[in-house]
């Protein structure tokens, strides 16, 4: 009985325990699935922001125009498929901007107007944000002047004139007496308006240290430096810094030229009249007599087709295409083959005829004949007769090179410089500023081509020490000495290689 119970109970025991694992045999058929809270979750990866900025040489810019660049074209975004441009911040992070010119935060647009020319590139660093995420690059931005375009120019001693475009006249560089003519003895590093002259001025010249300017009417007007009577107004009043008239010359006025204290014209129909200084007889009116207002010039009362005035010798053309000049003599300036200094014209040895071009510098003379021949006598210290020496000439020789296709001359201090007939520039002499143009500060005995200047130049004048030129398409470039601002750059950095002359009115 015993034996019956204990058999009963392990089959009783064995179906219960087979009732509970039989679900274990089939656990490879199912899953139990445990439901996790929601922090435990597996996450998608999510792409960073990345903010990149292209750095760039911004578009020139021109002084006193307005200006607007966005730097939203150099932005890009990645890892935001939904990036809005117009979210992005913007600030400068490093360098400044020229002035007029400012950094928009919101819109990221460099804009203004600005009001300096730089000399170089400015550069600055912008730092651009976008939701959390940073990217900067660097930027340059050039600002340029406009380009002042004339019809006409005049360098003088240290200051530079010029009949723009539209037929008013601006000045720039010294201006301690005046010789700028815009009511100020301010010294100027671009063109200003002389004071009173609109479009109605024919032709310009500037000189020692006044200035003299011919109208459409005919009138001669002149202003800045008057200590010897310069200015022809029939007194020695110091200075005068705006133009006034010249006593006498009210109509019939050609043209005119300003040398270093003394003045002279050309009335037609052809008689030549000088006034100022005339210690050494430059106002050849056979007397070393200062005058206050215009002097007839002995022998010279028709047939004058243009005139010059040097330092302290002056040279005509006459219709008949020959060459004479008075005055100074000391280094043979006048070319009649002596140093004796002349009170009334002389001619000049072998240019009775074939003249169609004559310049008086400081202390030399040049003439451009019918056939193109460029020729040079006087002071030759620094080989400013281009003949390849520095010998003293005291009549005409050739110009080393230039035995044909010279258009126009113009003699400065103890330079020159010619326009040949292909509309190239070329200089000669002394070049301690760089008043030749050829990237150098070398004296050259014979001439030598301007940087730049090959083609393309009509007209060329000389100063003390820099020298002007205009091209076919109006535009005014200087170079050389720059101590007063006379190359109209907005610097006084001498320049070796023209430079453009920049209008900031």
Sequence with gaps: MLMFKKTLLSLSCSIALGAVAAPALASSKFFLVVPLNAQAQAQEPVEAITVSLAGAALPKATVNQTYSESLRNYLSVTGDAAFDPAAASWSLADGTLPAGLALDATTGAVAGTPTTKTTSPASFTVLASYKGSDGQAVYTIEVGGVVLNVRELSAGQKHTCAITDVGGVKCWGDNTYGQLGDNSTVQRLTPVDVAGLGSEVASIAAGGYSTCAVTTSGSAKCWGRNNYGQLGINSTTTQSNTPEDVIGLGSGVASISVGEYHACAVITPGAA????????????????????????????????????AGSNHTCVLMTSGAAKCW????????????????????????????????????????????????????????????????????????????????????AGAQNTCVVTISGAAKCWGE????????????????????????????????????????????????????????????????????????DFQ
């Design 273 to 308: 009249k000088c006034w100022g200084y005339n210690v050494q007889g430059q106002l050849g009116d056979n007397s070393k007599t200062r005058r206050l207002s215009p002097v007839d010039v002995v022998g010279l009362d028709f047939g004058v087709e243009s005139i010059s």
């Design 327 to 410: 005055g100074y003599n000391y280094y043979g300036q006048l070319g009649d083959n002596s140093t004796t200094a002349r009170l009334t014209p002389v001619a000049v040895v072998g240019l009775t005829s074939g003249v169609v071009n004559v310049e008086a510098g400081s202390y030399h003379t040049c003439a451009v004949m019918t056939s193109g021949v460029a020729k040079c006598w006087g002071l030759n210290t620094s080989g400013q007769l281009g003949d390849n020496s520095t010998a003293q000439r005291l009549t005409p020789v050739g110009v080393d090179g230039l035995d044909s296709g010279v258009a126009t001359i113009a």
């Design 431 to 502: 070049n301690g500023a760089g008043q030749l143009g050829n990237n150098s500060t070398t004296d050259r005995l014979v001439p030598v081509d301007v940087v730049g200047l090959g083609s393309g130049v009509s007209s060329i004048s000389t100063g003390y020490n820099h020298t002007c030129a205009t091209t076919t398409s109006g535009a005014t470039k200087c170079w050389g000495q720059n101590s007063n601002g006379q190359l109209g750059d907005n610097s006084t950095t001498d320049r070796k290689t023209p430079v453009d002359v920049q």
